[in-house]
């Protein structure tokens, strides 16, 4: 049994494209999808369309991310102010080009699941963790340790952290394929996995693929990504050519810059000097 495992492709059709192609060369069998399809790179209904082809073509299982989430709950709550700034404008510019079939869609899925089949061990699968899509399955979540021991498998594959790894925690082991569409490290590679099954264990093979980059800075360019959400793509750009993340580093910077002139920071309304500055600072 071959699974290819792909996480948080973040609306990189192009990247997304690559993996799917280098899946199939090698006869995977199954599609696991962990979710964050959109959001940060522009045209989502580019990626959408590959994403309800291959649901159509293929074997495929899907969960929803956090960035689902957020697409969900803005349909829900008419107040949430999202503007065309640095802090909101990606995910409003994501927002108006969904349609009522992709939030449906979002809306069908879980947050994780139990890969169950029979002569395979079972696995479970998340996003984030298994409570919540936001959370993270790293070293530094102090509550990683009690996660792992309470398993009731061997095994957890979640996405959300963009680095590849694999972690032995005593009898269980906890794998991160790796991002997709907005990949951190191994110079800005496209990243997924195939696991190998059989009936005693699965195995995981990691990859980073070279991919069109180019192809997707112009579609930045093209998209009106950039006049809607100012700085934030910009970092992404500086993310896709470099595998350095810098958008926590600068939305943090600037909320602080933010606090320590105004006094206050309400998340969106950050403004975009703050924005330059902390931009001018973490990737200048
Ligand atoms: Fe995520």
Redesign the pocket.
């Known amino acids: 049994m071959k699974l290819a495992v792909i996480g948080?492709i973040h609306s990189n059709h192009i990247a997304l494209e690559t993996c799917i192609r280098h899946a199939l060369d090698r006869n995977v069998d199954e599609f696991l999808f962990l979710?964050?399809y959109v959001s940060d790179c522009p045209y989502p209904q580019r990626t959408m369309k590959v994403i309800y082809e291959m649901k159509r073509k293929y074997r495929c299982t899907f969960i929803r991310?956090?960035?689902e989430d957020y697409m969900l709950d803005h349909k829900n709550d008419p107040f949430e102010r999202w503007t065309y700034s640095s802090a909101s404008g990606n995910l409003l510019y994501t927002y108006e080009n969904l349609t009522k079939r992709d939030l449906d869609f979002f809306e069908s899925m879980d947050i994780q699941g139990m890969y169950k089949r029979e002569g395979y061990p079972a696995f479970r699968y998340c996003?984030?963790s298994l409570t919540k899509?936001?959370e993270l399955l790293r070293p530094e979540n102090e509550k990683l340790e009690d996660i792992m021991s309470s398993l009731d498998v061997n095994l957890i594959i979640s996405?959300?952290t963009h680095i590849q790894e694999s972690t032995v925690y005593g009898s269980r082991k906890l794998i991160h394929p790796g991002s997709v569409g907005l990949p951190w490290y191994h110079e800005g590679k496209t990243q997924y996995m195939i696991l190998h099954g059989n009936k005693y264990k699965w195995e995981e093979e990691f990859y980073q693929l070279s991919y069109d980059v180019d192809a997707v800075k112009e579609e930045f360019m093209s998209s009106g990504i950039m006049e809607k959400a100012l700085h934030w793509p910009e970092l992404i750009l500086h993310c896709l050519y470099t595998g350095n993340d810098c958008t926590t580093p600068c939305l943090l910077l600037a909320m602080r810059l933010c606090g320590e002139a105004e006094g206050e920071v309400n998340w969106p309304d950050i403004p975009e000097k703050y924005w330059e500055m902390a931009f001018n600072d973490v990737v200048k």
């Open positions: 948080d979710g964050d991310g956090n960035r996003h984030g899509s936001n996405g959300h």
